[in-house]
Every structure is written in structure tokens, then in C-alpha cells.
């Protein structure tokens, strides 16, 4: 890989990192989570799905990033030599941390189609005002979704929940506590919330 493509691709892959004082036990100048990155199986779509469905923001996108003659790719991601990540996009959702999408092809390549029961498997969760609402607007888009959950005993007893899911098979969840849950007059870490991005 040229060294004009590494450097675009290591600045890309740091941006917004800052800098802060060391505490114990953490990584130093730890200030939170920035973004979470997954492989699509196609960018075209992702990123219709997350703008024109869920309301995400794209940002910017760059690519291709490849190298045929080392293992920059081993040695900075950890997948084959030979992988190559056709582009990268970045999206901002509402308040929070942001969503990286990445299109690879590898010789290795897997399509994990994971369940949510699955060792290593994730979900995205994204908070809404409403799960109802969040549900008939979903399954008016022609989303898969699943059951709509009240919790109203133990320490989450105040959310509401629901599962969807992309047409690849990506897991999100829709997610409310308005008045709070339960946990929080225990008087210890409060979990960071987007209703109140600043706490």
C-alpha cells in the first residue's frame, strides 16, 4: 500500500480521538465510545437502510484500501493479506456514538449470519421516544420486528424494547425508559443515555 493511501486510511480510522488524563485501570485518556464498526454485505444498501429507514446521517465515505504486495492488512486489521475493504462509511445517529460500515472482500471471507444467541454476536440499540410508534413505522417500511417488550420488574424495570432487523440480517433494537429505570435510584453509575446526551 502507498504511503499516501496509509496515511489517509490511519487518519480516517483516528478521527476524533481525544486526548485526556489518565485514570486507573482504563486506557489512558479513555473518554467514550466512539463508533462501532460493521461489515455489510453491500454499501448501496447499508447505507439506504440506515439513512432512508432508521434516519441516520452519512458523513463521509473513503476507499479503497487494499495492499497487493505485504500484509499492511494482516498486520493493522487482523484479516487476510489479500483482504481488501472496497469503502468505508461513516454515519451519524442522532445523539451518540457513530457507525462505521465497511464492504470487505477476503479470500477468507465469512457470512456469519448470526443470531443474537451466538457467541460474539451484537445488536445496535437505538433510543426512541415511542417503541409503538418505532414498530408501525418499521413494519410499515416492510422491517422484520419482533415482539414489543414492557419491562416492569428489576434493576431495566421502566424500558420498553423491541428487536428489527436489516434485510441482511443485521440485529438493531429499538429501545425507551422515559421516566428513567429502575436502577437509577440505587444511586450508582448511570448509564449514559441520548435523552440527555450531556450526564
Not at 486489521?77 to 464492504?103: H, M, Q, W, Y
Not at 440499540?125 to 422484520?144: I, N, Q, S
Request: some cysteine.
Amino acid at each position: 500500500m502507498n504511503r499516501s493511501l496509509r496515511s489517509a486510511f490511519l487518519s480516517a480510522a483516528f478521527l476524533g480521538t481525544l486526548i485526556g488524563g489518565a485514570s486507573a485501570d482504563a486506557i489512558p485518556g479513555m473518554r467514550g465510545h466512539d463508533h462501532t464498526g460493521i461489515t455489510v454485505p453491500d454499501m448501496a444498501q447499508a447505507v439506504d437502510f440506515f439513512t432512508n429507514v432508521v434516519g441516520c446521517q452519512k458523513a463521509m465515505s473513503f476507499g479503497p484500501f487494499a495492499d497487493d504486495k505485504g500484509t499492511f492488512m494482516q498486520d493493522l486489521l487482523g484479516v487476510d493479506p489479500k483482504a481488501v475493504i472496497k469503502e468505508i462509511t461513516l454515519l451519524r445517529c442522532g445523539f451518540g456514538s457513530n457507525i462505521e460500515l465497511f464492504e470487505y472482500t477476503a479470500p477468507d471471507q465469512k457470512d456469519l449470519a448470526q443470531k443474537n444467541s451466538d457467541i460474539g454476536a451484537f445488536h445496535i440499540a437505538f433510543y426512541v421516544d415511542d417503541v409503538a410508534a418505532a414498530e408501525k413505522y418499521l413494519k410499515e417500511k416492510g422491517v422484520a420486528t419482533r415482539i414489543v417488550l414492557p419491562v416492569g420488574e428489576g434493576p431495566a424495570a421502566g424500558q420498553t424494547v423491541m428487536y428489527f432487523q436489516a434485510p441482511w440480517g443485521l440485529q438493531f433494537e429499538a429501545i425507551s425508559y422515559p421516566d428513567g429505570m429502575a436502577y437509577e435510584k440505587d444511586g450508582g453509575t448511570i448509564l449514559w443515555s441520548p435523552k440527555d446526551p450531556t450526564k
